[in-house]
């Protein structure tokens, strides 16, 4: 099993749209989870971080993570066609490396 | 700053041929990484480094070698290339290599082709 799923997609939504993101993780020993985002042909950037269970908010972005069910969202509200992206979720504990999910691409259309 | 910043953009290699992919940062992190990004199967860590001198293999470390002399520089060599490491090779660096309020950033990566 593979230390953590990533649904790949692909997803379309119309703009305006909220989107769903999730990912699910087995190891215990992870600390803290990142969502990152890729835009076509180019390095990942870090979009959002969460260390604890809970929600976390960011503009239109909430990162949710339930440690308990070992789950991990991404919502985007009121989705534009520049969220048009590969969103990777990664976790990470104390031994300085991120394990990284395989990706979703989304697609949002005018 | 530059951030983090690759040479080359792309390459051709035919089977056997060797090359090294430069990375290189501006920030003084401590931290730097080797990732391979293949269609649909996310990153994969091959060799990262907590300082200058020191490396340590990731999960895919097979074919690939690396060197630390110094904070900014963090190159990767493929000694033998197979077609098998037809990918996208992303570099990313560090300040303090794991923590909640840290993050890894990239460079643009180096698509690689080995025919």
């Known amino acids: 099993q593979k230390e953590v799923e990533q649904d790949p997609g692909p997803l379309s939504v119309p703009e305006g749209a909220i989107v769903s993101l999730n990912c699910t993780y087995s190891n215990s020993a992870f600390q803290y989870f990142m969502w990152y985002r890729q835009y076509s042909r180019k390095g990942p950037e870090l979009l959002m971080y969460?260390?604890?269970?809970g929600n976390k908010e960011d503009g239109r972005f909430t990162a949710q993570v339930d440690k308990s069910s070992k789950y991990i969202s991404l919502f985007i509200r009121d989705s534009q066609p520049s969220d048009s992206a590969t969103y990777l979720c990664a976790a990470g504990g104390s031994n300085y490396k991120l394990t990284f999910g395989k990706g979703t691409l989304l697609t949002v259309n005018p | 700053n530059a951030g983090v910043t690759q040479t080359p953009k792309f390459r051709i290699l035919k089977i056997g041929q060797s090359m090294t992919l430069q990375c290189t940062q501006d920030?003084?992190?401590?931290?730097m990484y080797w990732y391979r990004q293949d269609p649909g199967m996310g990153l994969k860590l091959i060799y990262y480094?907590?300082?200058?001198?020191?490396?340590d293999k990731g999960e895919v470390p097979n074919g690939y070698n690396v060197s630390r002399s110094t904070t900014e520089d963090f190159p990767l060599r493929l000694e033998l290339a197979a077609p098998s490491q037809t990918s996208v090779y992303f570099c990313?660096?560090?300040?303090?290599?794991?923590?909640?309020?840290?993050?890894?950033?990239f460079g643009p990566g180096t698509r690689l082709t080995v025919l």
């Open positions: 480094s907590v300082g200058a001198g020191i490396t």
């Open positions: 969460t260390y604890s269970s």
């Open positions: 990313a660096s560090s300040n303090t290599g794991g923590s909640s309020t840290d993050t890894q950033y």
């Open positions: 920030m003084n992190h401590n931290y």
